[in-house]
């Protein structure tokens, strides 16, 4: 499904014939990781648009060292398949800059703030709200993140996406919360004065937290709420990837062997 003007590139990473430029999507790890990693690299891969897409974890297997040394292409652009630049992203960052690869590393935004990432929300809820009557302007949208004490990236990249999403006008309300933050989610239901409620879980990754801990939380609300589940399994983030590489806008501060 296309969500926006065009997020999904059609030019090919490299115009030089008998060599091209890699994608690498690195995720935090789950145990769903490598499964949900591999059919997003072989949906990418199908748009011809880097000569290798590959997929790593920070924890677990395959491992991010193991894959950028097994990634071929001569220039790699690595896109954080994470939400936010938090606790994670620093982390992948430290490792980045104790690897010494010799090719070119390319670090991406991460994709969960790129600046469609809202208009594609807005158009999975819609669909969402649509299948089952709800009426947009009647219903709350809720913003499920993971949030950390460690790290203030979480909480100001919901409360981007909440602000992108009120701004639109579609919604009667949206708000956010956070598992290991306040407002926890039965404080945020709480504070909500639509009837009937969508949450939908950022959380690029389908793994215990947006599959399992969100929904057990939505259960012991006292009105409707819907669920959409995490929005990294939505299709159109496969155009998200593609735009935060092709567009090439790397994070800054990097060790020598990573380019900006």
Known sequence: MSTTRSISPTAPATDRRGCGDALVLCAHG???SLRALTRRADSLATLQSFADVE???LHGKPSLEETLAATKGERIFLVPFLMARGHSYDLLRRRLA???????VVLCEPVGTHPDMARGIAHSAKGWLSERAWNPAESALLLVGHGTPRNSASRTGLQSLVADLAE???FGEVDYAMLDEDPRVDQAIARL??????AIGCFIEAGQHGTGDVPKLLAQANRPV?????IGQEPWIDGIVLSCALNNRPAGG???SVTE
């Open 168 to 170: 639109t006008g579609q």
């Open 55 to 57: 997929g790593c974890t």
């Open 254 to 256: 990097m060790s020598p």
């Open 30 to 32: 789950s145990r769903d």
């Open 98 to 104: 104790t690897l010494g690869e010799s090719r070119p």
């Open 226 to 230: 819907g669920y959409l589940g995490p």
């Open 193 to 198: 004065q639509s009837d009937r409620v969508l």
